[in-house]
């Protein structure tokens, strides 16, 4: 009883918050305090369901994080609103997981159905949850924007990234160096996958592995009998297709809960779609083609190649964000309402941005699949958990720019490196959980540093091009402002001293009183005893 | 026939009506006004009109066809196009950019081949903001971004054009600008509505104006009879003229002047939102006690000063004083904890919780749940005949109501008012106003905020007018009255 009451209350504070936080302040209840016990309090019920379902679960991280893909279902058939929908929601889930387990057999094909009950109970449920109304007001994504280069520029960029590779390739120059040289740029095609979807468009896929799958299958199927580098089209057009499909339940989401959504699916593709008989049932296996002449069974011609694709896909990118639709893009993030008075159809707009991030992701996987030289539905690659570190890395790498991609898959190999031979040094016990840990400590950079690696690399380096001298610095409020000849030929203005300020971090009640009419400087400040 | 039809649109917000049998024409080769106090319902009959707000009865007709239940973006493509009063800006967007996606929009509807690149230029030189061009958006000052909009909106070619507010943050310069701008564009036949809050610009550029109160058309016609219709001034400026104003009701407790000891005191307080000043130095002292109206047209800064009092935001400069205690920087927590209460505007209450779990809000300043209840439901037996219904589906002076209880069961020594009326008939807003004042016979310390004077000049011991975050004027209510119309109704 106490425990309910207690619940009660800070169910109820939680839920003030989420209503209305400012006014739940004017009321005089302390919002952040209310959020803490709100967390605790949900950390708390996780861990109790932990003992209760302790029996039936092993202690896996894989597998302990597919249960939010129960829960979430439950909430959605709930609304993410009814407690007591919720619940049912759950009991559901939960008599249809243990009664198939028992009375279901299925044999064949269809035997991965099973484990993947829930995430088909959640797509169906999907399709009942209304679209939301579109809100007249501005998303609170951030608006930071990156510049985006010249296509002249990119081509630059990207024959630089190629020709660092090749001279890696020959100082790294073993078996096991240019198969993480090649494995870098695979997962950074499969990572520019991530940036029009999430860089762009702002919105969050857990989902990438399934068209990875699907460029598997497209890929494999043809070119495993031709040899035919077309195979690389087709594995893009079925991804494209296979993405337009799964964002059309997906759409209905936004935010966490469409992250949670294309997670689901993605699970649940691996369950069910891998399994099917011609499609990743049994393993393919490639033999690497000539190709213009060249021997792509060459390990480093082949990375040569894997160069070029990442070049090749990266310039289009950025041609796409260049042209009116990259534009629109942007305005739908910006402003939805704004976008569709003026005509955007917000609909195909979201399809198509999902259509083109499956697209690319189903390259990553047809080169994937050739660098590997086998596609199985056992690859690693293609375990939904894996979506999580993959858009992890592509955010620490800078997910708005496609050197971003470039960026992330240096970061994932290297982390792999790590983990593969620093066994032997006093710290191997670290080392050895390193890739556990490593998403968390990443998530701490990227919150200081929102850009990612390219971000920063662009800011510090872009001014040292000579043709982007000229260039205006992006506005950042808490820059000093332009105080040039503040003090000496002009006084301070209230802004200049505002700026120190807020960069000095000089608390409030300390702040030099500047009159905002009077001219004065710092000395003459000074003299008046006013520091 | 009308190029816009609205007929008979009705739009309800759980317990609120938004919009009631709303009947409405625009034609072709006009500006029509549309002006209305402050929650009249403008705003959401644009939504209604541009396809983001679903009716619950009536029909919309363009040019001839029906478009009630047409998506948003059709409506674009048959020429409909509005900018919005809340900037709805792509900020991470140039100028040009902005412009160029509108413009790549337009399509097949016109005769106009020239390349999506010309227009756009030609547009932002029309509007004067190709100096601009290549700035983002969302660096831009608010009234360049209300231009931004405007171009935007008519780089898609539209037959209609609303424009919500253009005005509000441009200079005197730039108003003038826009004004000539509208008249060009309908000599060529555009039609234009347009929502604005100054009068002059209204006066001056309209042929025709409809006047919304409460959710309903009370007045159409050309400016000149609507700016006389006795309907439109009550809905300004209350039932009662300013002269029949008198002395605030009997005070049972001799009334502190403010130089007895003040409760409230600002000592030129500067403060606004991230680059924008809005507040330019307010010196103000309410007394213990005492019920200080405070007036003025949107955007005049009233609000802000009721959040800088509220601990919503801290000043830039000056000093702020509760009961002689300083009190600059002190979170809106802590000063509701040290007995100020306030009311936001736009209805004071939790929407999805029930009438119960918002008077369990009033304990976290400390007090007992049952004696908050009784206290609250002895003073409203209309709040006691629903504990357990939503308060997002109460009416709107029930919700009022229930935002009034936290100042009746709470005991605060200060309370905060922000438009108390918005949106509310004036037979509720004069209940609402005598519980206010029965509240003030208390003694509690009461700052009360209101675009239009309505009847709280009875209520009232002083008055003050803010006009551009300063304040006007400040004296007796009679005082003030008698400038009101000046100010609102645009002689000024």
Redesign the interface.
């Known amino acids: 009883m106490l425990s309910q009451r207690f619940a009660r209350s800070v169910a ?1 504070r939680a ?2 918050i989420v ?2 936080r ?10 952040e305090r209310s959020s803490m016990l709100a967390w605790a309090l949900s950390c708390s019920l996780a861990a109790t369901a932990g003992i209760l379902i302790a029996p039936d679960a092993t202690l896996n991280k894989a597998a302990l994080t597919l249960l939010v893909i129960d829960a979430f279902a439950a909430a959605i058939i709930g609304r993410l609103r009814s407690l007591p929908l919720t619940f049912a929601g759950a009991i559901l889930i939960g008599m249809v997981k243990s009664y198939s387990a028992t009375f279901l057999v299925l044999g064949g094909r269809w035997f991965g159905l099973q484990s993947a009950l829930p995430a088909v109970v959640l797509l169906v449920a999907l399709f009942f949850v209304p679209y939301d ?2 809100e ?3 998303s609170t994504m951030s ?3 990156f510049r985006v280069p010249r296509l002249r520029e990119a081509a630059l960029g990207f024959l630089l990234i190629a020709l660092t590779m090749i001279a890696a390739s020959y100082v790294l120059g073993d078996v096991e160096g240019l198969n993480r040289l090649t494995a870098v740029m695979t997962t950074a095609v499969l990572l520019l996958s991530f940036v029009p979807l999430t860089g762009w468009s702002g919105q969050v896929s857990l989902g990438q592995a399934v068209f990875v799958g699907v460029g598997f299958w497209a890929f494999g199927t043809h070119f495993a009998h031709t040899g035919n580098v077309a195979g690389f089209g087709r594995a893009a057009l079925v991804a494209a297709v296979a993405g337009a499909l799964v964002a059309l339940p997906a759409l209905r989401l936004r935010g966490l809960y469409l992250a949670l959504g294309t997670f689901a699916i993605a699970s649940a593709a691996g369950q069910i779609f891998y399994t099917q008989s011609g499609v990743l049932q049994n393993e393919i296996e490639y033999t690497r083609p000539k190709l213009l002449g060249f021997d792509l069974a060459d390990q480093r011609t082949f990375l040569v190649f894997c160069c070029v694709m990442f070049g090749v896909v990266g310039l289009a990118l950025v041609a796409v964000r260049r042209s ?1 639709y990259g ?2 893009l ?2 739908v993030r ?2 939805p ?10 609909t195909v707009a979201k399809l198509a941005v999902f259509a083109l991030s499956a697209a690319v992701a189903g390259i990553a996987g047809a080169l994937i699949a050739m660098d590997q030289l086998v596609a199985s539905s056992q690859n690693p690659i293609l375990n939904p958990v894996t979506g999580l570190s993959m858009l992890l890395f592509v955010v620490i790498g800078g997910v708005a720019f496609t050197s971003g991609a470039f960026a992330g898959g240096v970061f994932s190999e290297l982390i792999d490196f790590v983990k593969m031979h620093l066994t032997a040094s006093p710290f191997a016990g670290v080392f050895k959980t390193f890739d556990d840990v490593a998403p968390a400590v990443a998530a701490v950079s990227v919150l200081t540093n929102p850009d990612g690696i390219a971000g920063s690399c662009s800011k510090a380096f872009g001014r040292l091009l000579p043709w982007r001298r000229g260039e205006p610095v992006e ?1 950042d ?1 808490n820059a000093i402002g332009d105080v040039g000849g503040a003090g000496v030929t002009r006084g301070f203005t ?1 802004d200049d001293v ?1 700026s120190m300020d807020r960069r000095l971090g000089v608390p ?2 300390l702040r030099i ?1 500047i009159d905002g009419d009077r001219p004065g400087s710092l000395v003459a400040a000074a003299l008046d005893g006013e520091v | 026939m009308a190029l816009l039809e609205v007929h008979d649109v009705s739009v309800r917000f759980g317990g609120l009506a938004a919009l009631s049998e709303v009947e409405l024409a625009v034609e072709s080769g006009v500006v029509t006004g549309l002006i209305g106090p402050n929650g009249a319902g403008k705003t959401t009959l644009f ?1 209604v009109i ?3 707000q679903r009716t619950n009865t009536g029909s919309v007709r363009f040019a001839g066809t029906d478009i009630t239940t047409m ?3 059709r ?3 048959l020429g ?3 900018t ?1 009063q ?8 140039s100028v040009r ?2 412009v ?3 413009a ?3 399509r097949h509807r016109d005769a106009d081949r020239r390349p ?1 690149q010309e227009i756009a230029d030609a547009l932002l030189e029309r509007v004067e903001l190709d100096q601009v061009a290549d700035a ?1 958006v ?2 831009l000052p608010t009234g360049t971004g209300r231009i931004v ?1 405007l171009a ?2 008519l780089a ?1 070619a539209p037959r209609l054009l609303l424009l919500d507010e253009p005005s509000s943050g441009l200079n005197q310069h730039e108003t003038e600008a826009l004004s000539r701008l509208l008249v060009d564009l309908v000599n060529d036949d555009l039609a234009v509505l347009l929502v604005e809050h100054d009068m002059p610009f209204v006066m001056s550029t309209c042929s025709y104006i409809h006047v919304l109160d409460f959710g309903t058309v009370i007045a159409s016609g050309p400016p000149a009879t609507v700016q006389a219709d006795p309907s439109v001034i009550a809905a300004y400026l209350g039932d009662d003229q300013p002269a029949r104003v008198t002395s605030p009701p009997t005070a049972p407790h001799t009334r502190l002047g403010p130089a007895d000891s003040p409760a409230l005191v600002l000592r030129d307080v500067h403060a606004g939102y ?2 924008i000043e809005v507040l330019h130095g307010i010196d103000l002292a309410v007394g213990t006690g005492e019920v200080l109206a405070l007036l003025g047209a949107n955007g005049a800064g009233k609000s802000t000063l009721l959040k800088v009092l ?1 601990g ?1 935001i ?1 000043p ?2 000056g000093e702020y004083e509760l009961f002689g205690t300083a009190v ?2 002190a ?3 802590a000063l ?2 040290a007995g100020l209460c ?1 009311i ?1 505007e736009g209805r ?6 029930t009438v119960l ?1 918002n008077l ?3 304990t ?2 400390g007090g007992d749940f049952g004696a908050v209840v009784e206290r609250a439901f002895a003073q409203f037996p209309r709040l006691a005949e629903r504990p357990r219904q939503t308060a997002g589906t109460l009416s709107g002076g029930e919700q009022q109501m229930l935002a009034l209880a ?1 100042a009746l069961a709470t005991d605060p020594h200060v309370l905060l008012l922000d438009e108390l009326s918005m949106g509310l008939a004036p037979l509720v807003v004069e209940e609402l106003y005598e519980i206010v004042a029965a509240i003030a016979r208390g003694g509690v310390t009461t700052v009360i905020v209101e675009q239009f004077a309505h009847g709280i000049l009875h209520v009232a011991d002083r008055a003050a007018i803010m006009l551009h975050g300063r304040i006007e004027e400040i004296g007796t209510p009679s005082d003030v009255a008698a400038e009101l119309a000046s100010v609102y109704l645009g002689d000024r």
């Open positions: 109820q839920y003030e209503d209305d400012s006014l739940a302040a004017l009321t005089g209840a302390r919002p109304r579109i007249a007001r501005r608006h930071r924007l009116r534009r629109r942007i305005a910006d402003s309402a704004a976008a569709a008075t003026l005509g955007v159809n917000l506005h409020p209230r505002e409030v009640p009183g | 939504n541009t396809g983001l998506k948003p973006h409506r674009a493509s409909i196009a509005r919005f809340r900037l709805e800006v792509f900020g991470s967007l950019e902005n160029l996606v509108a790549e929009m337009r999506a983002r969302d660096t909009e935007r909106a898609t991230g680059n509220s919503q801290t830039r400069a600059n920087g979170g809106p927590d509701a904890r306030t936001p004071g209450i939790f929407r999805n919780l779990e369990r809000m009033l976290h300043t936290r």
